[in-house]
Each structure stands twice: as structure tokens, then as C-alpha cells.
């Protein structure tokens, strides 16, 4: 089931598990104003349970190009597509938000983003690989984020 983040009204619903639900959910919004806002585009999710191909993607992106395997239970996913780029977002009960942003017509502009909600630590299997820069946001904090460059074609 797809539902629509309202990021006026921010709900930690799906994320009830998580210990940073809050900050989580936060997140999540923030980047449901960053769609509304740049694309005019509204960010949709769907449960993990039913969108184990868009995980099963990332996870190939992670392990081919850095070895990473996330280690945290996935709670829910998005895809959009806008502007010719694919954007794929998966949202963890740790509190981490990953991120493929990876154009269709442009090999060079296509990247995996991190973003750690606040209250969480750095998971382990990240630690050390990328540094974090702060960013701060009314919705959700302080947010952490890194990224990489995707080389390969996916």
C-alpha cells in the first residue's frame, strides 16, 4: 500500500519500532518537503514487505560498489522518478535513510546518499568508510549525511 508523507503533519506511523521513531519520521518529511518544494513532486512510501525488489537493488548498488551491507531492518521504501533521474529511498528501524539518486541519462551523476537521524549512532558498517557532515532541519534536527559516486550501471 503506497500512502503519501504529509510533511506538515509529521506521523512516526511505520516506524513505531524504531528508537529514534521520532527523528525518523522527521526525516522522512524532510525529504517529502525537498520533493514538494524542488520538484513539486509529493514523496510516496510503501512497507519494506512489499517493495523487496527496490531493496534488493540498493543492496546490489551497496555490495558491488563498497562492500556495505546494511545491517538494520528495513521499514519502508520510495521511488520516484523525476527530471529523468530515479530516486530510491530506503528507511531503517536504526534510524539510517539511504538513498540512490541515479539518472538515466547522465553515468556521472548518480550517487548513494546516507542520512543518519538524530539520536543514532554512525552503524558499524559505516563507521570509519565516510565522514559525516551536519545539517540541520525544523523537521527532523540535526541530520548526518555522506555519499558516494555509483561507477557501475545498475
Known amino acids: 500500500m503506497i500512502k503519501k508523507v ?27 518537503r ?16 512489499e517493495t523487496n525488489e527496490r531493496i534488493a537493488w540498493v543492496n546490489k548498488i551497496l555490495m558491488d560498489e563498497r562492500k556495505i ?3 538494520s531492518t ?3 521504501t520510495a ?3 523525476v527530471e ?7 528507511f531503517y528501524e ?8 541515479y539518472t538515466l541519462d547522465n553515468p556521472k551523476k548518480r550517487a548513494v546518499g546516507f542520512k543518519l537521524s538524530e539520536g543514532m549512532e554512525v552503524p ?9 557532515a551536519r545539517q540541520k532541519s525544523k523537521l527532523a534536527g540535526i541530520i548526518r549525511g555522506s555519499f558516494f559516486v555509483i561507477k557501475g550501471e545498475y
Open 84 to 90: 529523468n533521474i530515479k530516486w530510491v529511498y530506503i
Open 34 to 49: 525537498y520533493f514538494m518544494t524542488k520538484y513539486n513532486a509529493e514523496f510516496a512510501v510503501s512497507t519494506a514487505i
Open 6 to 32: 504529509d510533511f506538515k503533519n509529521v506521523t512516526v506511523t511505520g516506524f513505531e519500532s524504531s528508537p529514534v521513531a521520532e527523528a525518523l519520521a522527521g526525516l522522512r518529511a524532510n525529504e517529502a
Open 74 to 76: 528495513p521499514l519502508e
Open 79 to 81: 521511488e520516484m522518478f
Open 94 to 101: 536504526s534510524g539510517l535513510a539511504v538513498n540512490v539518486l
Open 69 to 71: 551491507e546494511i545491517l
Open 124 to 132: 558499524k558498517e559505516l563507521e570509519g568508510k565516510f565522514k559525516f
